[in-house]
Structures are given as C-alpha cells and as structure tokens.
C-alpha cells in the first residue's frame, strides 16, 4: 500500500536539475541515479531508493527525460527529468 501511494506522488511529476553544459547541450558528467534520488527528496520530500530507479538512457544533455521507478515488483511509476542549463553569466 505504501509503495502504492508513492507511486502516486511522484508519477508524472518533474524533476529539475540544472547543470553546466558545452555549447552543444552535452552534460559536463551525466545525471546519475544517486542525483535523482537526492532530488526527490529536495523538490519532492519523497525517499526513492536509487537502486528503485531504472535509468534505460543515460542523462548526459539539456532536455527532457523519461525515467521509470521501479518501488515494487508490480508497482512502477513514470517520472520526467527536466535538464537545463545552468545560468554562468
């Protein structure tokens, strides 16, 4: 039932990172799942083990990403990853 109520909370839902990137929107290192989780807990208030998020593309440039969390075997949830520059001037 828990596991249930998370998925709830956080399907759909945008997390935000901005990060410094080339001229060309490569990442200077890619958004790992320890980040993700760490970001959950910041902008959502939510505790999502990284091992609970299954990362089919590896995060590397500006854009936007769609990332599967797996809290349970028969529950998942879908939530968007939203890159963006950070802002160096």
């Known amino acids: ?6 998925a709830v909370k956080i399907n759909n839902k945008t ?19 320890k980040e993700i989780s760490s970001a959950f807990i910041d902008q959502l208030k939510i505790e999502v083990n990284p091992a609970e998020i299954n990362l089919t593309q590896s995060i590397d440039k500006i854009g936007k990403y769609k990332v599967e969390i797996n809290l349970h075997a028969e529950v998942n949830a879908t939530i968007n990853i939203l890159v963006d520059k950070t802002d160096t001037k």
Do not use: M, Q, V, Y
């Open 1 to 6: 039932k828990e596991f249930k109520e998370t």
């Open 15 to 33: 997390l935000k990172f901005n990060r410094e990137a080339k001229d060309n929107g490569d990442l200077f290192g890619s958004i790992k799942p």
